[in-house]
């Protein structure tokens, strides 16, 4: 297994848990560094101090939200380094980093440009939000898409990898159980939700206070909101929840309703 190392940036909070992982990936003569982070100097200096003299090869970004992206461009002109992103980075594409083959792999999902990184010799994947150490991946609308989360999961489980570098918390060892315990959870929310709509119609957020419950409160609610209307959309997409205008406001009722 090639040497990876994790530095955390200072950004922690209810959304990034102890921060964004920016992780560095020996490849031999050179590094490959995956979500240089936000563009923050206390994280910038803290990976110049972890690359030391090494030459940084390539710079990968899994997705574009602010706690990934922004310091990619500072951080590689230092090093004379490329990014490589979403959409000029495609998907299959393969980039060389030293001794090691990167194979990039459209993952939408969490994000429309999510990306995740699979080093098939090493049977790693660096999974960005898509999959994390701990938790749940957040999936919201109107970004996050539950349809195409589940196929990105399914696809990574094909791959089987061995081990997932996530973007928050610590690397996951049981890769498999935890693509499996992430569909579990998404497919055990989506039957939660069509259960309480075909209980009885109501507004995204009545249905999040009854999903879940009325303790929930501030930004976790707006939060908790935004995810079930993500599976609100699956769910009418799929031809088993109707979404109707009700005075002006937009209601959820089961399929077939008057």
């Given amino acids: 297994m090639a040497a990876v190392q994790r530095v955390v940036a200072p950004n922690p909070g209810p959304y990034t848990g102890p921060g964004t992982n920016t992780w560095i990936v020996d490849a031999g003569p050179v590094a490959l560094v995956i979500d240089p982070g936000p563009d923050d100097d206390r994280h910038l200096e803290a990976l110049e ?12 970004v ?4 602010p706690d990934h992206l922004p310091l990619a461009e500072r951080f590689a002109a230092r090093h004379r380094a490329t990014v490589r992103r979403f959409p000029e980075l495609g998907d299959e594409d393969v980039v060389r980093v030293g001794n090691l083959n990167v194979t990039a ?4 999902g969490h994000s429309a ?5 699979w080093l098939p010799q090493e049977r790693a994947m660096f999974t960005g939000d898509l999959v994390l150490g701990r938790g749940s991946s ?5 970004e996050g898409d539950v349809a195409a989360y589940l196929r990105s999961l399914e ?4 791959l089987q990898p061995k081990m997932l570098f996530p973007g928050h918390w610590d690397p996951v060892t049981d890769a498999m159980g935890k693509l499996d315990e992430y569909r579990t959870h998404r497919l055990d929310r989506e039957v939660q939700v069509l259960a309480e709509v075909r209980r009885g119609r109501g507004t995204a957020r009545d249905l999040t206070r009854r999903v879940y419950g009325p303790e929930l409160g ?3 609610m707006v939060a908790a909101e935004m995810t079930l209307r ?10 088993v929840v109707k979404l109707r205008l009700v005075k002006g406001e937009e209601v959820f009722e089961k399929s077939g309703s008057t």
Avoid: C, N, Q, W
């Fill in 138 to 142: 957040m999936v919201t609308y109107p």
């Fill in 105 to 108: 792999l459209h993952t939408p």
């Fill in 49 to 60: 101090k972890r690359i030391g003299s090494a030459t940084v090869g390539v710079v990968l």
């Fill in 62 to 65: 899994t997705h574009s939200h």
């Fill in 155 to 158: 696809r990574l489980a094909a």
């Fill in 113 to 117: 440009d999510h990306l995740s990184f």
């Fill in 230 to 239: 993500a599976h609100l959309k699956k769910l009418v997409d799929d031809g």
């Fill in 218 to 220: 501030g930004e976790l």
